[in-house]
């Protein structure tokens, strides 16, 4: 049963913006802090930023910070990641995931994990 669903990945030219969205059930959602995830072919899963259920955000990867940012919305029980200034360096597989705070602090194994959505940027 898919409980994170991620939408909004695609092909954009460098120095664009890209809009992810990620769904979930109200009860993953309303009790989790959420993030996203990167993973770049031959590369490790890298941890981009995540959000409390309070919407306190309380960490953003160096190599996004000014360019990504992340928010939810919890009448629609969705959490949202603007990147802009996109670059070449960002083409990844990103991965919206939930688990309680603590787990994103100790970078343990996460609870829930979407599909994940392909972002391809262009030089």
């Known amino acids: 049963q898919v409980q994170l669903v991620e939408s909004g990945g695609g092909l954009v030219v460098a120095g664009g913006s890209l809009r992810l969205s990620c769904a979930a059930s109200?009860?993953?959602?309303?009790?989790?802090?959420m993030g996203w995830y990167r993973q770049a072919p031959g590369k490790q899963r890298e941890l981009v930023t995540f959000?409390?259920?309070?919407?306190?955000?309380?960490y953003y990867a160096d190599s996004v910070k000014g360019r990504f940012s992340i928010s939810r919305d919890n009448a629609k029980n969705t959490v949202y990641l603007q990147m802009n200034s996109l670059k070449p360096e960002d083409t990844a597989v990103y991965y919206c995931a939930a688990a309680p705070h603590s787990k994103w602090l100790l970078a343990r194994q996460m609870d829930y994990w979407g599909q994940g959505t392909q972002v391809t940027v262009s030089s």
């Open positions: 959000i409390t259920s309070g919407g306190s955000t309380n």
């Open positions: 109200r009860s993953i959602f309303s009790s989790n802090t």
